[in-house]
């Protein structure tokens, strides 16, 4: 009885907690949603620009050092955000919030990266 009665009260605080909470050493989800955007732009940055880039020789430096500008711009370490995105995966709740934030903005601002450019001709410049 006395087992029953333990197990009754473990079940029930383990159901009263707070889900929804964010630990304060983790990053919020607003400030993971642009700091996942900017890494994902440069990493797109990265695979387009410096991956062809003959002029680098240290590829995989070139793009750690865009990573770390990345972090410095928003202000945390590495190891805060690798923290952080390790606690939103193993909150799936989380995490959808996050990522289905950066589809919805993608999806917004696909019509502006598709649409077509006005075509600009050049000016003939005379040559004496």
Same mark, same amino acid.
């Given at each position: *009885?006395?087992?029953? /009665?333990?197990?009754?009260?473990?079940?029930?605080l383990?159901?009263?907690?707070? @889900?929804?909470?964010i630990?304060?050493?983790?990053?919020?989800?607003?400030?993971?949603?642009?700091?996942l #955007?900017?890494?994902?732009?440069?990493?797109e940055? $990265?695979?387009?620009?410096?991956? @062809?880039? $003959?002029?680098?020789?240290?590829? @995989?430096?070139?793009?750690?050092e865009? *990573?770390?500008?990345?972090?410095?711009?928003?202000?945390?370490?590495?190891?805060s955000? #690798?923290?952080?995105?390790?606690?939103?995966?193993?909150?799936?709740?989380?995490?959808k919030?996050?990522?289905? $934030?950066?589809a919805?903005?993608?999806?917004?601002? #696909?019509?502006?990266?598709?649409?077509?450019r006005?075509?600009? @001709?050049?000016?003939?410049?005379? /040559?004496?």
């Amino acid at each position: *009885m006395k087992r029953l /009665i333990i197990f009754y009260i473990v079940v029930n605080l383990a159901a009263c907690t707070d @889900r929804t909470s964010i630990p304060n050493d983790i990053i919020p989800t607003d400030s993971m949603q642009k700091i996942l #955007k900017d890494i994902i732009i440069a990493g797109e940055y $990265s695979a387009q620009y410096i991956a @062809r880039d $003959s002029l680098k020789r240290d590829k @995989r430096k070139a793009n750690e050092e865009l *990573m770390d500008s990345v972090f410095t711009l928003h202000h945390i370490t590495r190891e805060s955000f #690798k923290k952080s995105l390790n606690f939103y995966e193993s909150r799936p709740d989380l995490n959808k919030i996050i990522f289905d $934030s950066l589809a919805a903005d993608a999806n917004r601002h #696909k019509p502006e990266l598709y649409a077509p450019r006005p075509y600009v @001709r050049p000016v003939p410049v005379k /040559i004496k």
